[in-house]
């Protein structure tokens, strides 16, 4: 499984936007780029997942470069119930399971 | 949304006994479930692919013996820590994936806690 790398926290405040950053340099043509978040003491939750282009949804948006060998997870208005560790998480086309990493523990200050 | 449940949430249990964990997918079919554990402070590892009909498939250095897993229908997946040490104490999870292709999301359960005195 191609690897990823994140920074192990980030600190925002609450109603600001974060930037998660996820590194993926040795993604292949078929990886898609999947984010999951797991609140303190849960399972993990699905956040958002992209292969090429952009992706938005009701929680978050995902900006992948032209590359693909990087990917930002954006939360634009952060609150306290987005403290989680974020994870950025690779499939390849077909794959089933997925392999987490460390991933980043966000905390938001009020 | 996908949910999926699992029973129980937590459980205390001698050393030597055996714990059910049960999954299952409550509105929709999934003939695939995975079972991961995740230790303290760690990320979350994942110990077995579940799939409804036929043999798990377990990851390396996961004893299948002892951690028994049965997918016996499309919405059930059960994971049985057999004699269970203080070692296995773990927060046990699973999921379950809906999709096809390579866009497949998986939605986990909200974990086990598993205590073994």
């Known amino acids: 499984d191609a690897k990823t790398t994140q920074p192990n926290s980030m600190e925002s405040n609450e109603e600001e936007p974060v930037h998660l950053p996820c590194n993926h340099s040795t993604i292949s043509g078929t990886d898609y780029i999947h984010w999951y978040r797991q609140l303190p003491s849960q399972g993990p939750e699905y956040v958002i997942h992209?292969?090429?282009s952009n992706v938005n949804n009701r929680m978050a948006s995902l900006a992948i470069a032209e590359d693909r060998k990087s990917s930002t997870l954006i939360l634009h208005r952060a609150t306290l119930r987005d403290a989680a560790v974020y994870y950025c998480i690779l499939s390849a086309q077909g794959a089933q399971k997925l392999v987490f990493g460390q991933g980043t523990r966000l905390t938001i200050n009020p | 949304g996908a949910v999926v449940s699992q029973h129980p949430s937590r459980v205390i249990c001698k050393s030597g006994t055996s714990v059910k964990i049960e999954c299952r997918s409550l509105?929709?079919?999934?003939?695939?479930m995975f079972w991961y554990r995740q230790f303290p402070k760690q990320s979350l590892m994942l110990m077995a692919t579940?799939?409804?009909?036929?043999?798990?498939?377990?990851e390396q250095g996961v004893e299948k013996d002892k951690f028994l897993i049965n997918h016996a229908s499309l919405t059930l997946s059960t994971l049985t820590v057999t004699s269970a040490h203080p070692e296995d104490s773990s927060f046990y999870i699973c999921?379950?994936?809906?999709?096809?292709?390579?866009?497949?999301?998986?939605?986990f359960g909200p974990g086990t806690r598993l205590l073994v005195l």
């Open positions: 992209g292969l090429t």
């Open positions: 509105d929709f079919q999934a003939t695939t």
């Open positions: 999921s379950a994936t809906l999709g096809s292709g390579g866009a497949q999301t998986q939605y």
């Open positions: 579940s799939n409804e009909g036929s043999k798990a498939t377990y």
